[in-house]
């Protein structure tokens, strides 16, 4: 996580958009853009905004910044895409290559290092999963929600990271899961595993492309080359292979070649309680360590790819109340494809979204991979204040919630606990910015899910989430969240069950 606050500073956030400055009362700042586009200054739906102006029109010449941003000592080039003389697209064959490589670097530290069951192989394995077929599998939601989804992360970067797409580096991912979900391990393949693995795989390998690439710069030599390398290895470690076999690392040049957006980074330090049901102040704590991302502005007028605007948060949990269950929950969506209008005091971008939410802690577990339309919305109201709005509505082709008609144990180990869902999925997000001192929040998730994998039945539940924090000085804020999480569960052959829980986190956010 350090890392990617790291490269929230090292680039400024964007090199063309640069660091911000202390918050003081001096003039605004001049600054040419090369080239000149339309685009709002900054965008954080999720925490305080370095500025709040509004857009420049195109064409417009310089672009004046508010006292919260800095003037850039050499205006430089804001790439759309990669540069391609230096990002030139590999084969498919040497894509291909390097999927089946991260396969056999994952198995060979599940076989020697960690010794895994499952991981003693052989052709003997092999035609057992291929005469035998597909299944639901029964591990834990972590394992099947989480872990493969970052794993998929790899596949797709071996394309990604070599001149591909969004959309052509997807495949890759698909190739990678079906190896080995049939040669990689002596299970049997999983459909769960190869969706999660490929969807979610793709989500998670296009956001830590765009974080290292935000990272990498191959003008810079030395202890700061070192250091960009090593982040970006860190934050994506199939595209830090490929550069390391391919001469990339102590590559020069002369020009910027990675896109670059805008990227804000707030981090969260603090302590979490979970209730005994929906009595507020009855639970045990925990500490807790957040970082939220808001890449991309929503609110530029241009032509949009996939994941030129996304958000993130991840929330991680330590004490000894938490068991197991160090991610708390991960949350965030991407772009697909959009368009953005600009009407008075509205700045509205309406597209496609990609979806990724898990909640995995000791009192519910739910997790949705959604795809659907929405729109980002904000209204400058004010020199100092706007709303800021976001609203989506989609499908879930594969869910998970817990339920207490499913407890799997095998081989003496508690596995799924868990039923796989498909359904229907809403959200609202709501900001009321006032005067960069307070900011309220409001974020509202809804799931209508029917039963594909366990007791039939279906499913309804609401997690609401609203929130306040105070600015104390600079780039701190102090926040308090509370979360209400309720399910309804009609289950064939089973009692109803209504359950609520709710937990609140007290903590200190620090904004870059």
Known sequence: MAWV???????????????????????????????????????????????????????????????QQQAFVEPRVRLRDDDPEYTKKSSVWSAAFRVVAANVLIWA??????????????????KHNLQTGWEWDTDRLGMNFLFHPFTGG?????????????????PFAFMGSFLWENFGETTLPSYNDLINTTLS?????????????????????????????????????????NRLFTGKMDRVTSKEIYQKEPLNVTLYVGTHWFNQGAA????????????????????????????DFFKLRIDLNYGKNVAANYVNNVTGYGLLFGKTIHSGNWDILF?????????????????????????????QFSKTSNFQTAVHLGVIPLGATNSPNVDIVDAGIHGRNYDYDNGVEAKFEGTLNLGGRVQLTVIDYL????????????????????????????????????????????IINYPDVHAGNSEQKLYLMLYF
């Open 351 to 379: 597209g496609a979204f990609q979806h990724y939410n898990i909640w995995d802690n000791k009192v519910f577990e739910v997790s949705a991979l959604g795809f659907g339309g929405g729109l980002v919305a904000r209204w």
């Open 447 to 490: 799931y209508g899910l029917h039963v594909m994998v366990g007791p039939g039945g279906t499913k309804l539940i609401n997690i609401f989430k609203p929130r306040i924090a105070f600015r104390l000085f600079g780039g701190l804020r102090l926040g308090f969240e509370y979360l209400y999480f309720h399910k309804d569960d009609y």
């Open 201 to 241: 795989g793709a989500l998670f390998g296009e956001i830590f492309f765009r974080l290292s690439s935000n990272l990498l710069d191959d003008r810079t030599t030395g202890t700061e080359r070192f250091f960009r390398e090593f982040g970006a290895f860190i934050l994506n470690p199939g595209r830090g292979l």
């Open 154 to 170: 790899w596949y797709f970067n071996a394309a990604r990271a070599n001149g591909y797409s969004f959309l052509e580096s997807v």
């Open 5 to 67: 606050c790291t490269a929230a500073f090292l680039s400024g956030g964007s090199p063309a958009y640069g660091r911000p400055s202390s918050e003081s009362d001096g003039p605004p700042h001049p600054i040419l853009l090369q080239p000149a586009p339309s685009y709002a200054v900054n965008f954080c739906l999720s925490s305080f905004g370095r500025n709040n102006a509004g857009t420049n029109e195109i064409g417009s010449g310089p672009l004046t910044f508010s006292s």
């Open 280 to 307: 507020f102040g009855t639970g045990s704590g925990s500490g807790i360590f957040n970082i939220h991302l808001d890449y991309g502005d929503p609110f530029e007028v241009r032509d949009r790819k996939p994941f």
């Open 109 to 126: 530290v599940d076989r020697f290092v960690l010794n895994y069951d499952y991981s003693h192989i052989g052709p003997s394995t092999w």
